[in-house]
C-alpha cells in the first residue's frame, strides 16, 4: 500500500465520524510517518510502512478520541504543547483568558500570579513567555494533570519561573504570592450531555462543577474577594446571569465580562482590591 492509497482510505474511514476527514487522515498519517503533512505529498507514491500501525490510530479517531491525544500535540497562543489523557485540552477561546490576563498584567506591572486549575499548563507556560519577569504559582489537584504541565514547563525551560503544587484552589499559597488570579476551572453544569470526544475520553474533573456549573467560579472570585486582588476566569457561555446575582450577594461592582469571537460570554475579570 502506498502513502496515497492509506490516505484514501483512511479518509473513507473517517467520513461521517469527524468534521474534517481530509485534514484529519492526514494529521494522522504525518504523525504515524513522523513527518510534515507536505512531505506526505512529495512522497505520496512511497511504501508505507507499518500501516496496521497507521490504521490503528484512525480507528481510534474514528471512535472519538480526541485528535491531540492521539497525536500528543495540541496548538495553543501559536505555539505547539503536549498534550495527553488526564488534563483537559486547551481550546481557542481559553486565548481570550490570556489575553485578559496579560492585559492587567501589563497594566499593572505585576509580578506574581497564581493560576487555579493548572491543567496542560498552557495558560501558565504562555504568560510566562509573555512577560520574562512574571513569576507563576501553578495549582492542581490532579497529578497527572501536573506531570503534562510539568513536561510542558521542561519543554520550554521554564522551571525557574513556573513552581506547581498539588493543592487544592490557593491552599498553602502565600498572601504575596498571588497578585493576580487566573483560572479556567471546571464550569460545566453536572449532569450536561456532552459529545463523545469530550465526554468519553477528556477528564471529567476538569469539565464538571456541581449545580448549575458555577460552584467554583464562585468559590475563586470569594478568594480573590478575601485577599483583595483581581481575577480573570473563563466560563460558560450560559453563566453570566448566575455569575451576576452572585457578584450583587457579595456587593461586587467592579466586574467586567468578556466575550468570544461568536459573540458568547466566555469570562470575567472581577477586581476585587478596591471592594
Known sequence: MTVAEALNESLVALEGAVERPRLEAEILLAHHLGCDRTRLLLHDRE???????????????????????????????????????????????????????????????????????????????????????????????????????????????????????????????????????????PYVAAGTALEPTVGEYEPHEALFAPGDGTALLRRIVELAQERGVPAVCEMGYDQRAPMEAFFASRGIGNVRFYRDLAGLDRGFVVDCRFE
Do not use: C, M, W
Open 47 to 185: 511504501t508505507l510502512r507499518d500501516a496496521e500501525g497507521f490504521f490503528a490510530l484512525v480507528k481510534r479517531r474514528r471512535a472519538h478520541e480526541p485528535i491531540e491525544y492521539i497525536t500528543r500535540r495540541v496548538g495553543f497562543y501559536g505555539e505547539e504543547f503536549f498534550i495527553a489523557p488526564g488534563a483537559l485540552i486547551p481550546r481557542p477561546e481559553t486565548e481570550l483568558l490570556v489575553d485578559e490576563a496579560a492585559s492587567l498584567i501589563r497594566r499593572r506591572g505585576l509580578r506574581q500570579i497564581v493560576e487555579i486549575g493548572v491543567g496542560s499548563g498552557a495558560v501558565s507556560v504562555t504568560l510566562a513567555r509573555l512577560f520574562p519577569d512574571l513569576r507563576i504559582v501553578a495549582t492542581d489537584i490532579s497529578e497527572a494533570a501536573l506531570a503534562i504541565a510539568a513536561e510542558n514547563i521542561r519543554r520550554f525551560a521554564l522551571a525557574d519561573r513556573i513552581e506547581l503544587r498539588r493543592v487544592s484552589l490557593l491552599e498553602g499559597v502565600a498572601p504575596d504570592e498571588a497578585e493576580l488570579i487566573v483560572s479556567n476551572p
